[in-house]
């Protein structure tokens, strides 16, 4: 298996629900770095994965939305604890969707899958990984 991976950072602000997450309840800020892995069994004819620069910037789409804000007050998270294993798929989303409509400089088909790792600190991180297909 071959793979191909690029990497970025956002800075959040957010809060959670629940009392396992004793002081985390209270609104405070994290500071992410993304790693998101393409995966494919075989090299493209002109030897790649996939196209980097694309990679790269599928990925900074999939952050734009979520880079220096609250997600407490997105909408589409309104029900849900951002916590760091859920904005994993999250991410993987969207970069899903980059792929399989062949935006990354290779035909979506010819993918595997997606890996997207968040690390939170230098100690813990979490990752999400699923088949494109």
């Known amino acids: 298996m071959f793979a191909v991976e690029v990497r970025d950072h956002i800075m959040i602000a957010h809060s959670f629900r629940g009392a396992v997450f004793g002081p985390a309840q209270a609104m405070h ?3 992410f770095v993304i ?3 393409f995966f494919a069994e075989t090299l493209d004819p002109n030897g790649i994965v996939i196209d980097i620069a694309c ?3 599928a990925l900074k789409a999939a ?3 979520l880079n220096y804000r609250n997600l407490d007050e997105l909408p589409e998270f309104s029900r849900s604890n951002t916590t ?3 904005l ?3 991410i993987f989303d969207q970069l899903a969707k ?3 409509a062949s935006e990354l400089g290779r035909e ?3 993918l595997k899958a997606i890996r997207v790792a968040l690390s939170e600190s230098h100690v813990a991180r979490a990752w999400y990984k699923a088949d494109l297909w």
């Open 35 to 37: 790693d998101a892995a």
């Open 55 to 57: 990679a790269h910037e």
């Open 108 to 110: 979506g088909r010819e």
């Open 29 to 31: 800020g994290a500071t």
């Open 84 to 86: 760091t294993e859920f």
């Open 98 to 100: 980059a792929a399989r």
């Open 88 to 90: 994993t798929k999250h």
């Open 63 to 65: 952050l734009a939305p």
